[in-house]
């Protein structure tokens, strides 16, 4: 059965504390996604990577940065968390293909609070 | 630049009613990939199926059904005979074949069925 599993599913922070998700895929994939969910707003993408140490923008990457030492593990760091960032945090996983362009796998998501 | 639209934010019906969830999307690509996925309470994604651009035909699954239509640039989804298990939010998605390999999430459509 494929996984994806994230650090924490409940996590509550101070302002101006660092901050690592971790997320770890057993499934060899090449590309893994880091998003944010809000209300109203959907999945925004944070940052992907698509091999070991690298590492693409998303949509919105202010305020956040990402580590990918390994291929089965990817981790979003905020660097000084700020209220503007408390939402849901799901990292997501997808192997590489050409042609076949398959389907992202999720994780169960990360709720972080900033307080 | 690719986008996808939901424009129903949340829908309620009775249980065996029949519904449908409007996607709307934009693309320049002419290769691309739909997706449907499903987020139950527990918040993790359950992938519902993936369409690819040059696959017209409609698709059944059970009590699933998905309609593509390029001309109006639409995946819609409807569920027969809905049951309080049913209830979630559901995300369509748009990737573009040659693009960052990333994907783009509508807003998302809370349904909930009642019994």
């Known amino acids: 059965d494929v996984k994806v599993t994230q650090s924490s599913r409940y996590l509550v922070k101070r302002t101006g504390e660092k901050v690592f998700l971790e997320c770890v895929q057993d499934?060899?994939?090449?590309?893994m996604f880091w998003y944010r969910q809000d209300p109203g707003l959907g999945l925004r993408l944070i940052y992907f990577?698509?091999?070991?140490?690298?590492?693409e923008k998303g949509d919105i990457p202010e305020g956040y940065s990402v580590s990918r030492e390994k291929k089965e593990r990817f981790s979003l760091i905020l660097e000084s968390a700020s209220t503007n960032q408390t939402s849901m945090y799901l990292c997501?996983?997808?192997?590489?293909?050409?042609?076949?362009?398959?389907?992202?796998?999720f994780g169960p998501g990360t709720r972080l609070t900033v307080l | 630049a690719q986008k996808v639209t939901q424009a129903q934010t949340e829908i309620s019906v009775v249980e065996k009613e029949d519904v449908t969830l409007d996607c709307v999307y934009e693309?320049?690509?002419?290769?691309?990939?739909l997706f449907w996925y499903k987020q139950p309470p527990s918040g993790e994604l359950v992938f519902l199926i993936r369409?690819?651009?040059?696959?017209?035909q409609n698709e059944i699954s059970g009590r699933y059904s998905w309609n593509f239509q390029k001309s109006t640039s639409s995946f819609n989804f409807t569920i027969t005979a809905s049951q309080v298990v049913d209830s979630a939010v559901y995300f369509c998605?748009?990737?573009?074949?040659?693009?960052?390999?990333?994907?783009?999430f509508g807003a998302g459509t809370r349904l909930t069925v009642k019994p």
């Open positions: 990577s698509y091999d070991v140490k690298m590492k």
């Open positions: 369409r690819n651009s040059f696959d017209e």
């Open positions: 693309t320049r690509d002419t290769t691309y990939y």
């Open positions: 499934m060899d994939h090449e590309n």
């Open positions: 997501a996983s997808r192997a590489s293909g050409g042609a076949f362009f398959g389907e992202q796998f």
């Open positions: 998605a748009l990737s573009e074949a040659w693009g960052n390999n990333d994907m783009r």
